[in-house]
């Protein structure tokens, strides 16, 4: 286990997909194995079929499956409610709560939708309202999109990478104080520290992208970063922490 500050991942899976990963978790214990290997104490955790498959199915999966493992904390993916496989709105955030959902996921690429006002506009206006976390896994002119129409989201960019996005990102991240970025991607040398300096530490958040990725690989970055002990702890989990406490369902 590597020394340093309590580490809550935001971003990282479980399960078997068609096309698994090198290496992967193919159930919750196995995922906190890696995690316990790798010191991170805490994650949001999701099974991968939420991505790859229907989120109707396998969001109620994840909640089964992390039952009972402290410490990780299942979210759902969203889908349009127009081809009535979601429930509406109000149900479906009442469902979140009752669960214990605290965090939602975005897939607009892999599930076909469009993020914006006209498919998801009563949810996202929600969403900004009550301030619940919304991980968005799409390009970064998508995402500019969406901020453009809910400038109040509290929005996580993931997987921004891992060559240099910068050109795309900051004139968001100026414009947009709720948007905010994971690390799993953000490993180009120098670009943590950077971000600290121009924007703050409060708006990064450690994803490890497990099992896209080693989940050792951001957190070392991490760990190696150039900036104060206060600002990494904020990072590597007091962040995200926050979001979720700040999350009215």
Known sequence: MIAGPEFF???CSYGVTAIPALRYAKTVSELRDEMSWCGIGRALVRHASQRYESPVLWNERAIADIKGHSGLFPCWAILPPQ??????????????????????????????????????????EELSARRIPLFVKDNAINIYNVMREFPNLT??????????????????????PNLHLDTAYYIVDGLIEEFCDRYGPERLLFG??????????????????????????????????????????
């Open 83 to 124: 081809t009535g496989e979601q429930l509406t709105t109000a149900e479906f955030l009442e469902s979140a709560r009752s669960l214990g959902v605290k965090a939602l996921w975005a897939f607009p690429q892999e599930h076909r939708y469009c993020l914006d006002s006209l498919t998801l506009g009563d949810l996202l």
């Open 208 to 249: 490890s992208g497990f099992p896209d990725n080693c989940s050792g690989g951001a957190l070392l970055r991490l760990l190696h970063a150039d900036i104060t002990d206060d600002a990494r702890a904020a990072v590597a989990g007091g962040n995200l922490q926050r979001l979720l406490d700040e999350a009215d369902l």
């Open 155 to 176: 929005a996580i960019a993931v997987n921004q990478g891992p060559h240099s996005l910068e050109r795309y990102l900051r004139p968001m991240l100026d414009r947009y």
């Open 9 to 11: 991942d935001c971003n």
